[in-house]
């Protein structure tokens, strides 16, 4: 059982949690993810990135949107309340080491899993680029801890209520352009934005690493749910990734292998939803 | 085979031993070889299509007692050479033709620790049974003495009446061993370690112990109640089982011996990799390993609709790939998922599918629909990357391959098309490379299975390996025999080392 120690709702449907797992929090390298399963009768099993951890305290940080049943209930819980099961940490760490100029990019939530890794480079020494994105202002999370760690930050938003007006790619695209161009890009985002941002550094030679959130069963390498293709190949971001070369992954065929369970997913918010609604009903407050 | 219902069975179970009991002791072998083969009694095929219960019953008693009289005694006894753990065959099965069935198992208990899980998986067509001289003498190895059911029928006698029996365990060592994952050779190796008074813990990665006990075999094959038995006697026996666990992850192997103090270490981690094809489409959606298919059914129990959150795609055109016991598990999984149409399909023939006569059987009666010289060759789909179809090419039998196997060669320009709406891979799996990526030091062969010498040890002191880790995807009984011999030399470590 994993109590949580803190909650807060970071904007409309993001949750950040600290949540007790002191071998996790001790064992975790940026990069790194959790499986997590509210209850273990018939709870299903979603993969967490860890944002960030305090192994002295023994606590991992969860940074979630509630898209589904489970990450609905998961945002529900209070302080003090458990979560039953957390398996990790999972996957390969990240490759950390001075490169020189590291261009890390977060779109929306994905800036939850870039956290460490941003925090992992720097201690490398390395110099920083952070560009966050979003839709909008609000949706935009940790930009106080980014601007923190950065060298240069840069924020846009699609309808250019803060920052700059536009993609992440237009940034990104400027940095690459620079003399000495960066060493290294990171990106971590939905898999569109990363689609693109690997297209746009691909042109100037810069590597760039994704980080991909697949559907996962086990997350031990056992079921092949999360595979995706990378350059031609098989790979399971389970054991093999989470993170890989941007230039070589098969995001289309990625993005479709989401969809899976779409239709199975809404029926289950749905029906969540109609109880909680009929909950509200039977206690008079709706 | 025409479904027989289980009050006849009975009855002409009654019916024989009526008059072959008064003259036991004096039948001869050919009386005992014209006993009729006791049938398994079996929950009738068109309505176990719709459920998940177990499909195979168990023997009645006077059944069991019938089968155990058409055994000759061999003195040579051929049945225990098959054995992969050498369980006195011909001896339990004298006990239960004496009506002694508590002698029976315990006689099976000297050898095996899982004998109702072993009664009901292995393959004792090609082990023990294979061996059989009332098969050999009738020509036809489905009328060899029943061993399995026999085995199965006691250990669920034993069950039923006290549940699982407890050994004495020596006083406690002050030492302790750590055994990683919780499938057949784990429980082996945890059981016979604790015995010797040794304090034990279990990791697991999943959120419920038993390995592929549980996540990979059917509730219609094998109860999972069964497998909780075995593992709450673990746990009567003082056996720490910690769950959520992943050795090399959550703790490197090596730490759980030099932070934690553990004294010894068995990796019984099993097979959990799985091979995919490598042909075109195989990465569209609707394109499922077996054991992505079975954990979401069995563990996650998808199959529980409406009460699970982990959801299952239901296929309605269902076609699997492979030929073995996980290929038919899959496919009688759909069957009950609701699938209107399962296609098997498999590049030999029936002769060499490796999966049990019985569950082939099984699965034939529940409607699968066999292809045999047959294969995939490219998966198709839509523009939404879902699959729509396979392409599939014909074989004959070649010359035999260095499995002793004929090869099957294919048929130039006989592409055909099926029309599907999921395909599941069951050709096998390859060893999880997790605790090998982790553990400096570790040999492994070129397959990533773990090299150990035979007292079980690996190339690193105090750490040992058994089962699928070990020997590449294989069987419960073969883990089991493994688990029982890396078990038995941490015992003598530990012991020559005070």
């Not at chain 1, 929090?25 to 299903?44: C, H, K, S, T, W």
């Amino acid at each position: 059982m994993h109590e949580i120690v803190s909650k807060e709702i970071l904007t409309d449907d993001v949750y950040r949690l600290r949540v007790r797992a002191p071998l996790i929090a001790e064992e975790r390298r940026p990069g790194q993810f959790v499986i997590v399963q509210l209850e273990e009768e018939y709870g299903e099993r979603i993969p967490l990135t860890i944002a960030d951890a305090d192994s002295r305290e023994g606590t991992i940080t969860l940074i979630f949107q509630a898209v589904g049943k489970t990450t609905h209930q998961l945002g529900d819980l209070k302080v003090g309340e458990s979560i039953q099961s957390i398996l990790g940490p999972l996957g390969k760490p990240t490759h950390i080491e001075k490169f020189g100029t590291v261009v890390c990019v977060g779109g929306g939530i994905g800036t939850a899993p870039l956290h460490p890794i941003v925090q992992g480079m720097k201690a490398a020494g390395n110099r920083l680029i952070v560009i966050l994105g979003a839709r909008t202002q609000k949706l935009i999370i940790l930009e106080r801890e980014m601007r923190a760690l950065a060298d240069e930050f840069i924020l846009c938003t699609d309808d250019g209520s803060a920052g700059r007006k536009g993609l992440v790619t237009d940034p990104l695209k400027e940095i690459c352009g620079r003399t000495p161009k960066p060493d290294l890009a990171v990106a971590i985002g939905p898999p569109i934005m990363m689609k693109f941002c690997a297209e746009a550094t691909r042109p100037f030679g810069v590597p760039t690493v994704v980080s991909l959130n697949t559907i996962m069963v086990d997350g031990t390498g056992m079921c092949g749910g999360c595979r995706v293709t990378v350059g031609k190949k098989t790979q399971f971001v389970c054991v093999d990734g989470p993170e890989f070369d941007g230039h070589q992954v098969d995001f289309d065929n990625m993005m479709k292998r989401l969809k899976a369970y779409k239709s199975h997913e809404d029926e289950a918010h749905h029906k969540c939803h109609m109880e909680t609604q009929a909950d509200l009903l039977k206690e008079g407050r709706a | 085979m025409s479904h027989l219902s289980s009050p006849n069975l009975r009855q002409q179970a009654i019916d024989l031993l009526k008059d072959l009991d008064p003259r036991q002791a004096t039948l001869k072998a050919k009386d005992r070889i014209r006993i009729p083969a006791q049938d398994m009694p079996t929950q009738d095929p068109a309505i176990r299509r719709r459920n998940i219960q177990e499909v195979a019953e168990g023997y009645f008693p006077e059944q069991a007692r019938v089968e155990a009289m058409r055994c000759l005694q061999c003195r040579n006894a051929p049945c225990v050479e098959g054995c992969p753990v050498r369980i006195d065959i011909p001896g339990f099965i004298r006990a239960i033709a004496e009506n002694n069935f508590a002698g029976a198992v315990e006689i099976i208990r000297r050898n095996s620790l899982l004998p109702a899980v072993c009664g009901r998986v292995c393959p004792q067509e090609t082990q023990c049974q294979a061996e059989c001289t009332v098969g050999k003498s009738l020509k036809d190895i489905n009328q060899a003495v029943m061993i399995g059911r026999l085995e199965r029928f006691v250990a669920d006698w034993e069950r039923e009446q006290h549940g699982v029996r407890l050994p004495p365990i020596k006083p406690d060592t002050g030492r302790k061993v750590a055994v990683i994952g919780s499938g057949p050779a784990s429980i082996t190796v945890a059981a016979d370690v604790r015995r010797e008074g040794h304090a034990v813990t279990v990791f697991e990665a999943f959120h419920r112990p038993g390995g592929v006990l549980l996540y990979g075999i059917p509730e219609f094959r094998l109860p999972k109640k069964i497998v909780e038995m075995e593992i709450n006697a673990l746990k009567t026996m003082g056996v720490e089982i910690r769950t959520n666990f992943v050795v090399g992850r959550t703790r490197k192997l090596m730490d759980l011996m030099v932070k934690d103090g553990y004294d010894a270490v068995f990796v019984g981690t099993g097979a959990g990799l799985p091979k995919f094809m490598n042909i075109e489409g195989e990465n569209l959606v609707g394109v499922f390993s077996a054991n992505e298919y079975l954990t979401r059914a069995n563990l996650m129990r998808a199959y529980a609709v409406g009460q699970a959150d982990t959801p299952i795609f239901r296929g309605r055109r269902v076609a699997v790939l492979g030929g073995g016991n996980v290929a038919m598990d899959s496919a009688r999984t759909a069957v009950r998922l609701g699938a209107e149409e399962v296609h098997l399909i498999y590049r030999r023939t029936e002769v060499e599918m490796p999966a049990r006569v019985e569950e082939v059987a099984h699965a034939k009666e529940e409607g699968v629909i066999f292809h045999f010289l047959e294969n995939a060759q490219r998966i198709l789909g839509n523009d939404y990357g879902v699959v729509t179809s396979i392409e599939c090419l014909r074989y004959e039998l070649g010359a035999p391959d260095e499995s002793g196997r004929r090869r099957p060669v294919e048929l130039k320009g006989s592409e055909f098309i099926l029309p599907m709406d999921a395909v599941i891979v069951a050709i096998g799996n390859e060893s999880n490379p997790l605790i090998r990526q982790t553990t400096d030091g570790l040999k492994t062969n070129k397959w990533g299975n773990i090299v150990v010498d035979d007292t079980g040890k690996t190339s690193i002191d105090r750490v040992y390996a058994g089962g699928d880790i070990v020997l590449g995807a294989a069987t419960v009984i073969l883990a089991m025999g493994e688990g029982r011999r890396a078990a038995a030399s941490i015992n003598a470590q530990l012991a020559a080392s005070p």
